[in-house]
């Protein structure tokens, strides 16, 4: 087997450590929208008592492996401008995508109709 280091080399040489950058970055762009939405469910079945049985027991899982994915991914940001474009990325995103599924950040329990206000 090639030395780490060599193999590092031969990654950005060639344009896959880039395209692993990118990959890596919009998967976790994702994974963090979808840890959001999860939470704020969860949080909203909680609210009304149906957080129960195997939902309940999966969430609790959901949130472990997601915890230990979350610290491994920071583990890899050292910088601290990377930290803060990561956020207003992820800030974006979100916006971006609630509108799209017209999931307004904001939420009234009494308006009962779907399409609330952006």
Same mark, same amino acid.
């Given at each position: 087997?090639?030395?780490?280091?060599? *193999?590092?080399?031969? &990654? +950005?040489?060639?344009?896959?450590? %880039?395209? *692993?950058?990118? @990959?890596? #970055?919009? #998967?976790? $762009? @994702? *994974?963090?929208?979808?840890?959001? @939405?999860?939470?704020? %469910?969860?949080? @909203?079945?909680?609210?009304?008592? *149906?957080?129960?049985?195997?939902?309940? +027991?999966?969430?609790?899982?959901?949130?472990?492996? &997601? !915890? &230990? /994915?979350?610290?491994?991914?920071? #583990?890899? $940001?050292?910088?601290? +401008?990377?930290?803060?474009?990561?956020?207003?990325?992820? !800030?974006?995103?979100?916006? /971006?995508?609630?509108? =799209?599924?017209?999931?307004?950040?904001? =939420?009234?329990?009494?308006?009962? +109709?779907?399409?609330?206000?952006?």
């Amino acid at each position: 087997m090639k030395p780490k280091k060599k *193999l590092i080399e031969a &990654a +950005q040489r060639d344009g896959s450590m %880039a395209r *692993l950058n990118q @990959l890596l #970055s919009a #998967s976790h $762009i @994702l *994974l963090c929208e979808a840890n959001g @939405l999860v939470e704020e %469910a969860s949080d @909203l079945m909680r609210a009304r008592g *149906l957080m129960l049985g195997e939902i309940k +027991q999966q969430h609790t899982r959901f949130v472990q492996a &997601a !915890d &230990a /994915y979350f610290k491994e991914f920071a #583990s890899m $940001i050292t910088d601290e +401008q990377s930290k803060m474009d990561m956020f207003g990325d992820m !800030d974006r995103f979100d916006a /971006y995508f609630r509108k =799209w599924a017209k999931l307004p950040k904001e =939420w009234d329990p009494n308006n009962t +109709q779907i399409n609330q206000t952006l």
